[in-house]
């Protein structure tokens, strides 16, 4: 098994780090990074194994026939991972191709 994020989602969380600690939800630049860190660690090790449902027709701009799983980091903050799988050569990926929070992307779900 392999989980793989698009380089707009790689992108995505590089500048989430910078926007977090900038926005002083983390009073210093290596707890920003560190959440970020730990958020896509917690994707890349528990997607398998979490619940997953089909996306709604609004992330289809993201990615046709994708399914979403939730990760909660906190009381206020839920991220959601919009994702692909497929088979490689036997071996199952999930290709991660949008990456969101409940605060952006609730009325949606």
């Known amino acids: 098994m392999k989980i793989i994020a698009i380089p707009e989602?790689?992108?995505?969380?590089?500048?989430?780090?910078?926007?977090l600690f900038e926005k002083e939800y983390f009073s210093f630049e290596e707890d920003a990074q560190k959440y970020v860190d730990d958020l896509f660690l917690d994707i890349k090790t528990n997607l398998p194994i979490?619940?997953?449902?089909?996306?709604?027709?609004?992330?289809?701009?993201y990615g046709k026939g994708m399914k979403y799983a939730s990760f909660r980091k906190n009381k206020g903050t839920t991220?959601?991972?919009f994702?692909?799988?497929?088979?490689?050569?036997?071996?199952?990926?999930?290709?991660v191709r949008y990456i969101?929070?409940?605060?952006?992307?609730?009325?949606?779900?």
């Open 79 to 81: 991220w959601y991972a």
């Open 9 to 19: 989602v790689e992108r995505f969380l590089e500048n989430l780090k910078q926007i």
């Open 83 to 95: 994702f692909n799988k497929y088979l490689d050569n036997g071996k199952t990926v999930y290709l």
């Open 50 to 61: 979490k619940s997953h449902k089909p996306a709604p027709k609004h992330f289809d701009k």
């Open 100 to 109: 969101a929070n409940n605060h952006l992307i609730a009325q949606y779900l």
